[in-house]
Structures are given as structure tokens and as C-alpha cells.
């Protein structure tokens, strides 16, 4: 994945998971969030706030969250651009 697209707003479409930065901000370290992986179905406009709408594949996830507090990832690992 070159830099140039992994410095792209995430879109419809991307696999995505929580990033580092943010499960180090809520102490989150072990349990369903640091593992969670999912497939960006839909994003909603909020005011300056973009809501990804996610399909976790079955984990008990939130399904609407901030895409500041995602990043893209792949199947061998995580392309984490904080």
C-alpha cells in the first residue's frame, strides 16, 4: 500500500479497525476492540464529524464510529497512519 493511500480519508468499502492511538486513549489493551476488524458499509456526515457505519462480521462492536478513531488495515496487518 503506498503512502499516498494510506493518507486518504477512509471510504466505503475499507477494511478497517481501531486505531492505536485511540485504544491507547481509553486504556483498551486486550478484549474485542484491539482485535476488532470490519468493512466500512456506509459513512454519515455530522456537522465536522464523519461516522463510518460498519459490519464487524459478527462481533459485538459499535456499529457507527468516528473515523478519527479508525484506521485501515489488511488481512496480514495494520496500516496505522497516526
Known amino acids: 500500500m503506498s503512502w499516498?493511500?494510506?493518507?486518504?480519508?477512509?471510504k466505503v468499502g475499507?477494511?478497517?479497525?481501531?486505531?492505536?492511538?485511540?485504544?491507547?486513549?481509553?486504556?483498551c489493551f486486550t478484549g474485542d476492540m484491539p482485535q476488532g476488524r470490519g468493512t466500512v458499509t456506509e459513512l454519515k456526515q455530522i456537522g465536522q464529524t464523519t461516522l463510518a457505519v460498519i459490519d464487524w462480521h459478527g462481533m459485538d462492536l459499535p456499529e457507527k464510529v468516528n473515523t478519527a478513531n479508525l484506521s485501515r488495515c489488511t488481512e496480514k496487518g495494520i496500516m496505522d497512519h497516526d
Request: aromatic share 10%; hydrophobic share 25%; glycine share 0%.
Open 14 to 27: 475499507d477494511r478497517v479497525c481501531y486505531s492505536r492511538r485511540f485504544l491507547q486513549s481509553i486504556s
Open 4 to 10: 499516498q493511500s494510506r493518507t486518504q480519508p477512509i
